[in-house]
């Protein structure tokens, strides 16, 4: 299993749009095979800052996601309502052994 966190950062009058294309991209996704979960979230402290949380049955499943449909049209869109550039981060659920 891993988890896939991705950080955006979106132009205020673009956050609409972005919303708008990952309400289906997101659909989409939970449909996909390997996918456990997937959500957006917006942040508390920074609402221009948005979070995708992804949780896969496998690394295998990432490219197949990347490359599907839903996710280039989600590209398409998402590309022009940025303000930085995204953040990637996959994370094994590998646990810290306590002391």
Not at 45 to 59: C, G, K, M, T, Y
Not at 78 to 89: E, L
Request: charged share 25%; proline share 5%.
């Amino acid at each position: 299993m891993v988890y896939v966190i991705a950080t955006l950062t979106v132009k205020p009058e673009m956050k609409a749009d972005l919303f708008s294309a990952a309400k289906d991209c997101i659909a989409a996704t939970h449909q996909e095979d390997g996918c456990i979960s997937y959500e957006l979230f917006e942040s508390t402290i920074d609402p221009n800052r948005l979070v995708f949380v992804e949780q896969w049955q496998s690394a295998e499943c990432l490219p197949l996601h990347s490359k599907s449909d839903h996710m280039k049209a989600f590209g398409r869109v998402a590309v022009k309502c940025f303000a930085a550039p995204v953040q990637v981060q996959i994370i094994t659920p590998e646990k810290v052994e306590k002391r």
